[in-house]
Structure formats: structure tokens, C-alpha cells
């Protein structure tokens, strides 16, 4: 089955400077990859998403980019601020389009004013 | 809309105990999933319906969890008995053939077992 892997697990940043999390996948058949943001205490929300026939989507201060060939993609955020402060997932979502994704072990980002 | 409701919010239970959870989806989402997380695990998919019906169940862990979906506005999770290993926050998210991939979580019940 598709195997997620996250990194790294815990980053903080200073205000202002970018933040980088990776995620690696097994199957190179998987078409759709969402991140999802949660915040203490709330259900993941999601932020933003790429299909596998897209590079890189922007929105704002996030995006996301994605290497097929080598099966992995990163969220960027740029700018941060002390809300972006929270734990981010990536997923990733099989084949076949029944719509279960797989999420990756989630990253605590925190952002220091 | 008010989103996907989960209900309790918080429940404290004894080993042994039934316990219940329950979810509401958006009105007009056909599938639905139950998610488990613990920081042991992360975020595990349980188990999933679409158009009420179970799809996917490979994630419930074991005979003592069960599933059930009896219409589209509401699903539960149970339990029984319940084992200490259990506590965890159990997470309902719903997702809609016309709203593309999202899926949307709702705010978790969080099970403690005693």
C-alpha cells in the first residue's frame, strides 16, 4: 500500500523567514496531494492541494510544489506569522478515486514573533 | 453551514464500557470517514462510506470497534468493550462528489479510557 513520510517533525521559524515541509510517497500512481493544517484543538482544515498533472499551485503565502519523478512534494510558506503556528499534514490519495488519503505523520510548526 | 458535527466533544469512560461517538455530516456529502489520532500513530483512517455504505474498513482495529451509517445525515462509531489503548481523538470528516477532493473534518470527540 502507499507509504507517506513526513519531515521534519518539529521546525520552528522566526516571524518573517519561510518555512519548508517535505513529504516522500511509495506509489507513483497517487494523484492527488492536499496538506492540512490543524490548530489546537480543531479538526485538520485544509490549506491547499495539487493534482499529479500540476507542478506547483500558489495561494497567497503557501504553495505547493510536486516532483513526480522522484514521488515527493513540499508545502512553502513564506512570510510567516505567529498564526500559521500549528501541525501540518500532508496526504496523499490512492488510486481509483474512492477518495482515501493517506496522511503523512504531520510536522509542529511554530513561528517565534 | 454549520459544518460536521461530532458529539461528545469529550468522553471519560471505564475499561469495559461502551462507548458511542457520533457524526453529522454536511448536508449533500455522500462519503464519510472516521479517523483516529494519537501521537503514537498520527492520523489513521478507520474507516469509510460512501453513499452509506462501507467501503473501506481495513483500518478498524480490532472486533470491539464497529461502524454503522443507518442514513446520510448521521453515523456512529462504537466501541465495545473499551480498552485504555483506545483513547485517542476520533475525527468524522465528510466529502462531496461536487466539492472536488476536500474533505472536512469535524472538531474530534476526544476518549479518554480509564
Known amino acids: 500500500g502507499e507509504n507517506v513520510e513526513q519531515h521534519p517533525s518539529t521546525l520552528s521559524v522566526q516571524e518573517g523567514d519561510s518555512a519548508v515541509i517535505k513529504c516522500t510517497y511509495s506509489?507513483?500512481?497517487?494523484?492527488?496531494f492536499p496538506w492540512y493544517k490543524q490548530e489546537l484543538g480543531k479538526g485538520p482544515q485544509l490549506i491547499i492541494d495539487i493534482r499529479s498533472n500540476v507542478g506547483e499551485k500558489k495561494d497567497q503565502r503557501i504553495a505547493v510544489t510536486l516532483n513526480k519523478t522522484a514521488k515527493h512534494f513540499s508545502l512553502h510558506i513564506t512570510e510567516t506569522q505567529p498564526e500559521d503556528s500549528a501541525v501540518y499534514f500532508c496526504a496523499v490519495r490512492t488510486t481509483g478515486n474512492t477518495g482515501k488519503l493517506i496522511f503523512g505523520q504531520g510536522t509542529t510548526l511554530q513561528v517565534k514573533p | 453551514d454549520a459544518g460536521v458535527i461530532q458529539s461528545p466533544r469529550h468522553e471519560v469512560t471505564e475499561m469495559g464500557q461502551e462507548v458511542t461517538l457520533r457524526c453529522k455530516p454536511i448536508?449533500?456529502?455522500?462519503?464519510l470517514f472516521w479517523y483516529r489520532q494519537t501521537m503514537m500513530r498520527g492520523l489513521e483512517l478507520l474507516i469509510y462510506?460512501?453513499?452509506?455504505?462501507?467501503?473501506?474498513d481495513s483500518g478498524m482495529p480490532e472486533d470491539r470497534f464497529s461502524a454503522k451509517m443507518p442514513n446520510a445525515s448521521f453515523s456512529t462509531l462504537k466501541i465495545q468493550p473499551s480498552e485504555p489503548r483506545d483513547s485517542a481523538v476520533y475525527f468524522c470528516?465528510?466529502?462531496?462528489?461536487?466539492?472536488?477532493?476536500?474533505?472536512?473534518f469535524g472538531p474530534g470527540t476526544r476518549l479518554t479510557v480509564l
Open positions: 448536508s449533500g456529502h455522500n462519503s
Open positions: 470528516a465528510s466529502r462531496g462528489d461536487r466539492g472536488g477532493n476536500e474533505q472536512f
Open positions: 462510506f460512501n453513499n452509506n455504505v462501507p467501503i473501506d
Open positions: 506509489d507513483s500512481a497517487s494523484n492527488y
